[in-house]
């Protein structure tokens, strides 16, 4: 298989709402998760992030650092002060050999607000994006240069959020600008995958697959939940689980060449759904397919 598959730490502990799973142990994920077969995790707030500390601790699990989410600020600070403020994360993610990092934008973001309605979220006028295309294009091109591809993640409560959000991203960016498709933010936020998958398979660098539970999709949006209240509800799930087209999406990507990791990402309320449970399904799930087509 071409691709390696990976798993995020929210299925265990959430990094936007810490009081859900806060008694589960870095250790806990790190066994479950290969225990259920992944060969990488991302980054998590349990997780340390001096690369001393980290390396062994993964290493004695078998497990490598597949990626980790940074918070960028690109509509408040120019290419370089954003540089030096993400120098440290960018350092760690190199010294454990990732190829990717992951990148959003939260400048005035609602995601982490369990108060905020989704429909409050920003959106950017069409006259503020060349002004924040040409800093990411800045960042990114010096990023590639010191060896890491930015994985732009469009996010459901951010500026870049629907099908049109990230029509725009890519119009306005260049190649060094990757593409993080998340099938479960593009299906929440309207968007199709499959249509995203088959438009910018040469762009994508990174994949997270969380699948969606339609009725509760429907509910939340009916209610505009913030985007919190619908991680409670139960809006996500593993793939397969769901909604989302698994192979639909996976096949165009795997036509463009991609040799990256696909990682599965469902935060659910762990108390809920069981960590080890759900990582175990969403491995068969996707190893099946991935399988099949990436030979």
Same mark, same amino acid.
């Given at each position: 298989?071409?691709?390696?598959?990976?798993?995020?730490?929210? *299925?265990?502990? &959430?990094?936007?709402?810490?009081?859900?799973?806060?008694?589960?142990?870095?250790?806990?994920?790190? *066994?479950? #998760?290969?225990?259920?077969?992944?060969?990488?995790?991302?980054?998590? &707030?349990?997780?340390?992030?001096?690369?001393?500390?980290?390396?062994?601790?993964?290493?004695?699990?078998?497990?490598?650092?597949?990626?980790?989410?940074?918070?960028?600020?690109?509509?408040?600070?120019?290419?370089?002060?954003?540089?030096?403020?993400?120098?440290?994360?960018?350092?760690?993610?190199?010294?454990?050999?990732?190829?990717?990092?992951?990148?959003?934008?939260?400048?005035?973001? *609602?995601?982490?607000?369990?108060?905020?309605?989704?429909?409050? /979220?920003?959106?950017?006028?069409? %006259?503020?994006?060349? /002004?924040?295309?040409?800093?990411? &294009?800045?960042?990114?091109?010096?990023?590639?240069?010191?060896?890491?591809?930015?994985? @732009?993640? !469009? !996010?459901?409560?951010?500026?870049?959020?629907?099908?049109?959000?990230?029509?725009?991203?890519?119009?306005?960016?260049?190649?060094?600008?990757?593409?993080?498709?998340?099938?479960?933010?593009?299906?929440? $936020?309207?968007?199709?995958?499959?249509? #995203?998958? #088959?438009?910018?398979?040469? /762009?994508?660098?990174?994949?997270?697959?969380?699948?969606?539970?339609?009725?509760?999709?429907? /509910?939340?949006? &009916?209610?505009?939940?913030?985007?919190?209240?619908?991680?409670?509800?139960?809006?996500?799930?593993?793939?397969?689980?769901?909604?989302?087209?698994?192979?639909?999406?996976?096949?165009?990507?795997?036509? %463009?060449?991609?040799?990256?990791?696909?990682?599965?990402?469902?935060?659910?309320?762990? $108390?809920? $759904?069981?960590?080890?449970? @759900?990582?175990?399904?969403?491995?068969?799930?996707?190893?099946?397919?991935?399988?099949?087509?990436?030979?």
């Amino acid at each position: 298989m071409t691709v390696r598959l990976g798993i995020n730490p929210l *299925t265990w502990s &959430n990094d936007d709402l810490p009081a859900l799973g806060a008694e589960n142990s870095l250790e806990m994920c790190l *066994t479950e #998760a290969r225990a259920a077969g992944y060969a990488g995790v991302e980054l998590g &707030n349990k997780f340390p992030r001096q690369a001393a500390k980290l390396h062994p601790i993964l290493q004695a699990h078998g497990l490598a650092l597949v990626s980790g989410w940074y918070s960028g600020r690109l509509l408040e600070r120019d290419a370089e002060a954003e540089w030096t403020a993400m120098r440290g994360h960018f350092e760690l993610l190199q010294a454990l050999d990732c190829k990717v990092m992951v990148f959003a934008e939260v400048s005035r973001c *609602t995601h982490g607000d369990q108060l905020a309605p989704i429909s409050q /979220r920003p959106c950017l006028p069409k %006259s503020a994006w060349p /002004r924040f295309a040409q800093r990411l &294009n800045a960042l990114a091109e010096r990023m590639q240069r010191e060896g890491l591809r930015m994985a @732009y993640h !469009h !996010h459901m409560g951010t500026v870049v959020q629907s099908a049109e959000d990230i029509d725009q991203l890519m119009a306005n960016t260049g190649d060094a600008v990757g593409l993080l498709l998340d099938t479960g933010h593009l299906t929440y $936020a309207g968007g199709d995958p499959v249509q #995203a998958a #088959a438009r910018y398979a040469k /762009r994508i660098v990174h994949v997270h697959c969380k699948d969606v539970r339609r009725d509760v999709l429907e /509910r939340c949006r &009916n209610r505009d939940s913030s985007f919190l209240n619908a991680v409670l509800e139960g809006v996500f799930t593993v793939p397969g689980d769901g909604m989302v087209d698994y192979r639909s999406v996976l096949e165009p990507i795997a036509c %463009s060449g991609y040799r990256g990791w696909l990682v599965v990402e469902a935060e659910q309320d762990p $108390a809920v $759904a069981p960590p080890l449970q @759900y990582a175990q399904l969403g491995f068969r799930n996707l190893s099946a397919l991935a399988g099949e087509l990436f030979l």
